[in-house]
């Protein structure tokens, strides 16, 4: 199988600091990372598409300046909280499809954000 | 109307019990769909595809009617650890890539023993 790992698992933050979240493919390289997010009793939702080398594309209403998105190698991605927010405090879930691959996702553990 | 409809539930089981859970999709161009997993506080995990002819794994069927843009989950003989959350899932249709998914909130499943 492929591995997605995400790192932190946990992260507690006060309002107003940035959080990074990194998504890395273990043992292949991934030509494209969804970023999505989760509140409690709710459904995921899309945030980005970040394909390797190039700009993140963001779904409507996800504010790019405050999540940013790097996706510097096949094999990490990163997603930044800028000046989180209470609001903020979520789920955050990668998940990347193998390059030359079928499009299956292979998703990561999820971070659990939360803002103080 | 949201694009993808659960059953919230919980859904309260005894174990070897059969459970069926149901998914309604708006988009009728929709060309994919699944089944995810989740158990708590973890990611989703993929559990089975779901083709037209519909197709079963085990425990486990699931059925597709295009017709009335429907998608069913059948257990059989559930086990305590099939206790999760059961996700709908349905593809959007454009682009190649499946990150296009619609993935609707879930049922959740609590099987006793």
């Known amino acids: 199988g492929a591995v997605v790992s995400q790192h932190p698992s946990w992260v507690i933050c006060k309002s107003g600091t940035s959080v990074k979240i990194e998504c890395r493919s273990l043992?292949?390289?991934?030509?494209?990372m969804f970023w999505y997010r989760q509140f409690p009793k709710q459904s995921l939702m899309l945030m980005a598409t970040?394909?390797?080398?190039?700009?993140?594309?963001?779904e409507q209403g996800v504010e790019k300046d405050k999540f940013l998105i790097n996706h510097a190698s096949l094999t990490l991605s990163t997603l930044t909280v800028t000046s989180a927010h209470p609001e903020d405090s979520s789920f955050y879930i990668c998940?990347?499809?193998?390059?030359?691959?079928?499009?299956?996702?292979?998703f990561g553990e999820g971070s659990r954000l939360t803002v103080l | 109307r949201k694009e993808v409809e659960q059953d919230p539930g919980p859904f309260n089981v005894p174990e070897g019990a059969t459970v069926a859970f149901n998914c309604t999709y708006s988009?009728?161009?929709?060309?994919?769909f699944f089944w995810y997993r989740q158990d708590c506080r973890k990611e989703p995990k993929l559990l089975m595809s779901?083709?037209?002819s519909g197709n079963e794994d085990g425990r486990f069927t699931a059925q597709l009617n295009r017709a009335s843009q429907y998608i069913s989950l059948l257990i059989r003989d559930s086990k305590l650890s099939d206790s999760a959350t059961y996700l709908c899932?349905?593809?959007?249709?454009?682009?190649?890539?499946?990150?296009?998914?619609?993935f609707g909130k879930g049922t959740k499943l609590s099987v006793k023993p």
């Open positions: 998940s990347a499809t193998k390059r030359g691959g079928t499009g299956e996702l292979f």
């Open positions: 043992d292949f390289q991934a030509t494209t």
């Open positions: 970040s394909n390797e080398g190039s700009k993140a594309t963001y």
């Open positions: 988009n009728s161009a929709s060309q994919s």
């Open positions: 779901v083709y037209s």
């Open positions: 899932v349905v593809k959007k249709n454009y682009g190649g890539s499946q990150g296009n998914l619609i």
